[in-house]
């Protein structure tokens, strides 16, 4: 019979917070940010860094919660949709996102604002060709992509664009 | 979430106004579902405390009718848009309106609710003006305020005030006066959606977030007939399930089976999961029963049993046809699709003794409450569905299935449940968008005008009975047809001679409706045809189609489509002078979307202009622009309708030229987005939206008409572009290359396979070498004398300095990696390596007296170390490399042997070494000795200086390197000469050549190897994965310069590497697709996303470039979990989502595209076969 899985604690640094979290090693991250720490912004979608809807930021870098156990993010700052704004002050990408209504159903929601947010901050002025690379892996079923496209160009500028 | 509303409540309370009124809830889709008793619906509550609730048993199902029925409501009510509280889809208050489908919901569901809202405003303006004593004509409402509206008069009265202390129950009595059009503030108007900031923040609003106490996580576990739900095994297949599987998985609460429906239960999500994964289950064997899906659907479709049905027969058509001067006979096949939600389904349910509640994010929730209280044998009342938001479904998916999974599992633990459906689970098992085939044959005057149009459409589905009625056998599982493949199946134009004929006929693998339900295949036909009945006649498409178009709303929409998107007539195809190898065309289709039973209702008109761009050489085909002309009459939140016009435009495009279900045998093989690519935002075409000013006209339905003219619309402008006709989609590169270039498939002509191992005379010549051997050992070398025990010694006995350099030689040494068993304590032995001879186990190396090496002396380690002798004298196996070792310094051995002494001791046991016979034999090995272990350590070299020294000295020593990089002959002994460090093979991972035979596309420096050796990864060569691994984890804590002195020592080995070569993808095929979907996010080469973790160059890996695919093989297999380095980012195993022959083509793909100079590898399938059965332990 296998052994019985091995179990870790590992203290987190999630939206400026830090918690202690004990789970199996090979726990992905999504899944304690769900239902240790109760965020919904990340979501599961593939469980194969395919599609983006788990994405939060590791260090600022856009990363795929879903395919990165929960020890590896030991010593690194976690940030999640929850972390950037709220419903009544939500972040400038946020804000760009309600703005242009950039969202149908909105299950991809959280991985088109926080892979925006990653480039934003690293790119504040892209191009629209660099806007679509940086989406490229991000999936969207209901075809948003035109109103999410306005949404990061209207989050760039500061204005509609 | 808003507060939870019960009708019964709302019926008891006091001070309200309910609207209510009797309806006759909608036959259930299923045959199963007997005729509905009337029931009492309510619509509006206007509540004391302000509250104004609305409600309609529909559901949001992403396309914001959530905020245009609060607009409907707030319109009527005088109310801004924010006070309506908008409750769809639960079974506990909502009417019962039906499944949300066929875009109906603001079409035909509105209508009573807005009867409703007017009914109460009506009562409420009576009331004021009874209390005012005015006549109610002359008061004015303002958000919910009743006032004269003059200036001098200050009375206001409230909705709240009014019904305060009243309790009212009126029923619709569709007299009340509705607001005029041009009176509309709200309606008409864009309204910001009401649930996107919310879901912008993370604020809880999906079914997949919903939490409730106690609850518990479940998995479901679903049989082998992957995607399949009809026939007599459905139900009966499970003959085992082994609870023992998963007793080692702690916090598992129970394993639920009935019938084929199986699942576990688990405190924690992730330990539902592994239970779910390494749960062992025995099933019945299950044979191919499916007839060919993949290529020769057509001829699947018209073998498949079906029943003809005549919705139309005007004229005579055999007569006009038979008269006709040309005649176009064509075939048209739609494949199966996938809804693809981006959100696997998921639900919580909870049975209890007081009733069953489901937490759900179905799209009918009424009939999905007669499905749980079918399967629980239960009265429906006792159930209640509250409907939560989920990802788009687009039409059926898994919503209800994972609805009764989750009750199941409630039940048989006693507590609330959730379920999530996996990515894998969604994509096979969801009722498939069906697979349609069109038969039309069309005729033409010699006049050019139509002579006859007969038309004939076959389509494969039902409404896909929610599984786990059919797994536990509460529902037989025999295929029933449903008349659904009649919508849009009437062409639009006036043909004086034409017959349109349904075939109906049961699903062949699980389907159900799919948005644009049959219509987008029927107008796929009819609008390739008429295009080509069009250029036959040499008559403009657009002006042949408004020739033959009666209904003038549609002509106006056609007449502005064309215009806007600047059509320039044409009676043949224009043939515009290529740019390089883009060729550009454009094409146009119409069509009303015609919907629900037969002969259904019209929802919006639709128009496309379409422009592609056609590579020639490739294939690859972009729809660069639509421009869209879309008339939904009246427009209840012109936004929404514009998103909708965008999702449709998007989403279809992608089903044209990308989509399409795979089948291997008998199941679906797309299981994730590398096997079902979507589009992506660098495909996204332009979009010119023309929405026609009809605010006076009926709102008529907006969620799937933009869609249905695309297939034509794009087919068209491909063969404007190239000459060609496609009338089977997905219209892929791979099909258009191969219609343009019929000869360049020779040029893929796989490269010549490699000569057949001559394995029978391997075995022999084996057999032979080990007599030989046999015999000397037998006379050569006795037995061992052992080395007498001693007490450990203390851990002060060396000094810190000695202590870090055992530290450091045991990182260089990579100790721990072969002494440490997966999860196991570092060095306590146990890891199961498997070599041809059999498993060896590594042992226990911490200084434990009993199990570890903590009797042994100095004497017994170095003897150990040099010679392969155990303390006991026992042979050890030289899967322990101590032919390495022999050359290490007397002082590094003393330091190695410090280090591992001064460690705590571990108590443990690893299990014991078992060859085969005769391997099995430790003796032998001191025969073995005889032939391989060299004595004596190497010389320097002064010549080549200090460090290349140092590292002649590091690789060939301790760091025995060679152990794993080195072929090893049939003795398992390291090759040498030529062979010294030329690639070898460990654990199932290829150790790759680090002399002049690498096959590195560029060649390793010094500083890239540095890099390598410190990180894990090199941007030229890739990331160290497998038992490379943790090789560098622990060079990564050596000082610089030992590592500087192994690199340099390394890259001045004897040869040359391979030039370099750029990456160069020339051919589409399926592993092209796949990569695509599922890979390249992370391996885009700088053309995708910057994610944390490494993003490996495909183009500059050497195991792309090594004569075997097993290192490729077993990373896409098993992905890389424990990276060398924390910095390089993890890759998922791809085990569970890809089939042998999916992993294959990815690697055929990899290899052709990415080493287009290397022969192609042969006997991939059987090479990944291979790896899968044996995972290895690193």
């Avoid at chain 1, 929601?109 to 901050?121: F, H």
Wanted: proline share 7%; aromatic share 6%.
């Amino acid at each position: 019979m296998p052994t019985r899985p091995v179990e870790r604690t590992v203290s987190l640094n999630v939206n400026g917070a830090s918690a202690s979290v004990t789970a199996m090693a090979d726990t992905p991250l999504l899944h304690i940010l769900r239902n240790d720490l109760g965020l919904n912004g990340p979501k599961y979608g593939c469980g194969l860094g395919e599609c983006g809807s788990c994405t939060v930021l590791i260090d600022g870098v856009a990363a795929r919660s879903c395919v990165i156990p929960f020890p590896a993010v030991a010593g690194r700052v976690v940030t999640t949709l929850e972390g950037l704004g709220t419903a009544n002050d939500p972040h400038p990408v946020q804000r760009a996102f309600i703005a242009e209504q950039a969202a149908q159903c909105g299950y991809c929601l959280n991985g088109m604002i926080m892979t925006a947010k990653a480039l934003l901050d690293r790119n504040p002025r892209p191009t629209d060709d660099e806007i679509r690379r940086e989406l490229s892996g991000n999936l969207c079923r209901c075809g948003t992509h035109v109103e999410i496209l306005r949404a990061v160009r209207r989050a760039a500028s500061g204005s509609a664009p | 979430m808003t507060e939870h509303l019960n009708k019964d409540a709302l019926f008891r309370r006091d001070s309200v106004l309910l609207i209510v009124d009797d309806i006759q809830p909608p036959p259930g889709l299923s045959a199963r579902t007997a005729p509905r008793p009337m029931e009492l619906g309510l619509f509006i509550a206007v509540c004391d405390d302000g509250a104004v609730h609305a409600f309609n048993g529909h559901v949001d199902l992403g396309t914001g009718i959530r905020t245009a029925l609060a607009q409907i409501v707030a319109e009527e009510l005088d109310l801004s848009p924010g006070q309506v509280n908008m409750v769809l889809g639960d079974t506990a208050v909502t009417p019962d309106q039906g499944a949300t489908i066929a875009s109906a919901s603001i079409q035909i569901s509105a209508i009573p609710l807005r009867n409703a809202a007017a009914e109460a405003r009506r009562f409420l303006v009576e009331k004021a003006a009874g209390i005012f004593g005015v006549p109610a004509h002359d008061l004015v409402v303002t958000d919910g305020v009743v006032s004269t509206g003059r200036a001098d008069d200050n009375r206001r009265l409230s909705y709240a005030e009014l019904v305060r202390g009243d309790t009212v129950r009126l029923r619709v009595s569709g007299e009340a006066p509705l607001k005029p059009v041009d009176q509309y503030r709200v309606v008409g108007t864009g309204t910001p959606r009401i649930d996107i900031p919310a879901k912008a923040t993370g604020t809880r609003t999906f079914v997949h977030d919903m939490r409730v106490p106690g609850m518990l996580h479940g998995r479901v576990i679903r049989p082998p007939y992957a995607g399949i739900d009809s026939g007599d095994f459905v139900g009966t297949s499970l003959l085992g399930v082994d609870r023992e599987s998963i007793a080692h998985i702690p916090g598992i609460i129970d394993v639920v089976a009935i019938g084929d429906f199986v699942g576990v239960v688990a405190e924690r999500e992730e330990q539902a999961i592994k239970a779910a994964k390494d749960l062992r289950l025995t099933w019945k064997p299950w044979s191919s029963k499916l007839p060919d899906l993949s290529s020769d659907l057509a001829g699947a479709l018209r073998a498949n049993p079906s029943k003809p049905r005549v919705v139309l027969d005007k004229g005579d058509v055999d007569a006009a046809l038979a008269a006709a001067d040309q005649r176009l006979r064509r075939t048209y096949v739609w494949p199966y699709q996938l809804h693809g939600s981006i959100g696997p389904s998921c639900a919580v349910a909870d049975v209890g003794a007081d009733g069953v509640k489901v937490w759900s994010g179905t799209q009918n929730p009424h009939l999905l409450r007669a499905d749980i209280a079918w399967l629980l044998e239960c009265p429906e009342d006792g159930v209640e569905i509250i409907r939560m938001e989920a990802a788009g479904c687009y039409g059926r998916n898994c919503a209800d299935d994972v609805s009764a999974d989750a009750v199941l599992l409630s039940r048989a633990v006693g507590r609330p449940v959730r379920v999530q459906l996996t990515r894998e689970q969604e994509h096979v098992w969801e009722p498939k968008g069906a697979a349609q085939l069109m038969e039309v044959e069309g005729g033409l005057t010699a006049e050019g005008a139509v002579a006859g149009y007969d038309f004939a459409t076959s389509y494969p589905s039902n409404g896909a009975p929610t599984l786990a009625l059919l797994l536990t056998g509460r529902v037989e599982p025999v295929a029933a047809a449903y008349e659904m493949g009649d919508r849009t199946s009437i062409p639009p134009y006036d043909f004086d001679d034409m017959r349109v004929t349904i075939n109906d006929m049961a699903p062949i693998v699980r389907a159900s409706w799919m948005r644009g339900v049959s219509a987008l295949p029927n107008t796929f036909a009819h609008e390739s045809h008429i295009d080509e009945l069009a250029f036959a006649a040499g008559v403009d498409p657009v002006e042949f189609r408004l020739r033959h178009l009666p209904d003038e709303r549609a002509a106006d929409l056609v007449k502005a489509t064309a215009a806007r998107a600047g059509w320039e007539p044409r009676t043949a195809r224009r043939t515009i002078p290529p740019e390089g190898d883009i060729l550009r065309g454009r094409g146009f289709a119409y069509a009303r979307y015609i919907h629900s039973r037969f002969p259904g209702f019209g929802a919006a008109w639709a128009a496309w202009a379409a422009d592609v761009a056609v590579d020639r050489k490739t294939g690859e085909v972009a729809v660069t622009r639509v421009v869209i002309g879309h008339d939904a009459g009246m427009m209840v939140n012109p936004d929404g309708v514009r998103h909708q016009i965008h999702g449709n435009v998007i989403q279809s495009a992608s089903r044209v030229l990308k989509e399409q279900v795979s089948f291997e045998g008998s199941a679906v093989t797309s299981k994730e987005w590398g096997g079902y690519p979507i589009m992506t935002f660098p495909e996204v075409p332009d979009i010119d939206v023309l929405m026609m000013p009809r605010q006076h006209e009926p709102p008529l339905g907006s969620g799937e008409s933009a869609a249905v003219p695309s297939a034509a619309a794009i087919a068209n402008a491909i063969f404007d572009a190239t000459g060609i006709r496609f009338r089977e989609l997905p219209i892929t590169a791979e099909r258009v290359r191969e219609a343009l270039n019929p000869r360049a498939l020779s040029d893929q002509s796989p490269a010549p396979l490699a000569k057949p191992r001559r394995r029978k005379w391997l075995v022999a010549g084996l057999a032979g070498l080990f007599g030989t051997v046999v015999g000397m050992g037998v006379t050569a070398l006795p037995w061992r004398a052992p080395i007498a025990p001693i007490a450990p010694p203390g851990a002060n006995t060396w000094s810190a300095e000695t202590l870090e350099r055992g530290r450091q030689l045991a990182a260089l040494g990579d100790c721990a990696v072969c002494h440490t068993a997966a999860d196991g304590i570092p060095n306590a032995g146990g890891l199961a390596m498997e070599t041809p001879f059999g498993t060896v186990f590594s042992t226990n190396i911490t200084p434990d007296v009993e199990t570890g090496i903590g009797a042994w002396s100095f004497a017994a380690f170095d003897r150990a170390m040099r010679d392969g002798i155990s303390r006991d004298g026992r042979h050890l196996y030289p899967a322990f490399p101590y032919t390495a070792f022999r050359g290490i310094t007397e002082a590094d051995m003393q330091a190695l042997y410090a280090h591992l002494m001064s460690q705590p001791p571990v108590s443990h046991r690893p299990p014991e070494t078992r060859l085969s016979f005769p391997f099995g034999l430790r003796p032998l090995m001191a025969a073995w000795n005889t032939l391989f272990l060299r004595n004596g350590t190497a010389e320097p070299i002064p010549e080549r200086g200090a460090e290349w020294n140092r590292g002649a000295y590091l690789v060939n020593g301790l760091g025995h390197c060679a152990a794993c990089h080195s072929p090893r002959n049939a003795l398992g002994a390291e090759k040498t000469g030529a062979a010294f460090l030329a690639g070898g093979m460990v654990d199932g991972w290829e150790a790759p050549a680090l002399n002049g035979l690498s096959k590195a596309p560029t060649p390793w420096t010094v500083d890239d190897l540095e890099t390598y050796l410190t990180t894990g990864f090199s941007e030229s060569h890739g990331v160290a994965a497998g038992p490379m691994g943790p090789v560098v984890a622990g060079l990564a804590t050596l000082p610089k310069s030992d590592i500087r002195a192994i690199a340099t020592y390394l890259t001045d080995l004897d040869g040359t590497a391979t030039s370099g070569v750029a990456a160069a993808p020339v051919s589409i095929s399926g592993g092209e697709r796949i990569f695509q979907g599922a890979c390249r996010a992370c391996h885009s080469d700088g053309a995708g996303p910057t994610l944390f973790g490494v993003s490996p160059s495909m183009a500059a890996n050497t195991n792309v470039h090594s004569d075997k695919p097993d290192n490729l093989a077993r990373v896409i297999l098993h992905g890389i979990q424990n990276p060398a380095t924390p910095d390089l980012g993890y890759m998922p195993a791809f085990k569970d989502s890809f089939t042998d022959r999916q992993v294959a083509d990815l690697l055929a793909y990899l290899r052709t595209g990415f080493a287009p100079d290397k022969p192609a590898w042969s006997g991939l399938e059987n090479t990944v076969a291979r790896i899968r059965a044996n995972p290895g332990s690193h």
